[in-house]
């Protein structure tokens, strides 16, 4: 089954502390970014952890192998359950990220291709079908693949087989869950919830059409 993820992209800690319990019923996993954890740091992990939902680092962590590992056992040690990582930066780092996730039982994701338009001008002529493969080769759990692009997603699948795949891009950017939904195994939503008037509302009604 599909799970919905909220991509909680909010600056503010009472706010996001708010949203995510409003929403969390209907929530299979929170993603947490950069914008989130440089205005609260890393404690707002600890702050999530009575929402009982598997947290999700976003910092699609793009550097040296060392660095990246560094990185990962920073986001392990705070309480995330998953950490993102680019590939594009190649095996060496990516296998850093994928081996730190294992050491503590957690998970890694590796970014295949994005979901904005400027991404086909780098994500394209076999780039993105590339780092896929590679994700597979060093076990890393699954990928991250464009909801904006759903036949780009299906590729993917034929590559990854049945590794993961996390997939924004549903709502403001665009994205229709309806083409996604069934290929891909979580749908990342972000400003379509948290920007709502009631998020809880929203929230309920993408886990609705996501899991009907």
Do not use: W
Not at 81 to 95: L, M, R
Not at 181 to 198: F, L, Q, S
Request: hydrophobic fraction near 45%.
């Amino acid at each position: 089954m599909t799970e919905l993820i909220l991509a909680l992209d909010v600056t503010n800690k009472k706010n996001a502390l708010s949203i995510a319990h409003e929403c969390a019923p209907y929530l299979d996993a929170i993603k947490l970014g950069y914008p989130l954890i440089l205005s609260c740091g890393l404690s707002i992990v600890r702050s999530l952890e009575d929402e009982d939902l598997p947290l999700i680092a976003d910092f699609k962590v793009a550097d040296i192998p060392n660095t990246n590992r560094l990185i990962a056992e920073q986001v392990f040690d705070a309480g995330f359950t998953s950490i993102i990582c680019h590939g594009f930066t190649g095996k060496d780092a990516v296998q850093a990220c994928v081996d730190t996730s294992s050491d503590y039982g957690g998970a890694c994701f590796v970014v295949a291709e994005m979901s904005h338009p400027g991404a086909a001008e780098f994500f394209s002529g076999g780039a993105a079908e590339q780092i896929a493969r590679m994700a597979i080769e060093c076990g890393a759990d699954g990928i991250i693949a464009p909801a904006t692009r759903p036949e780009r997603v299906k590729i993917l699948r034929n590559i990854i087989g049945t590794r993961k795949i996390l997939s924004p891009g549903i709502g403001a950017q665009g994205g229709d869950t309806d083409a996604v939904r069934g290929v891909v195994d979580g749908i990342i939503v972000g400003r379509a919830i948290y920007e709502g008037e009631k998020p809880g509302d929203a929230a309920r009604e993408f886990a609705r059409i996501i899991k009907a």
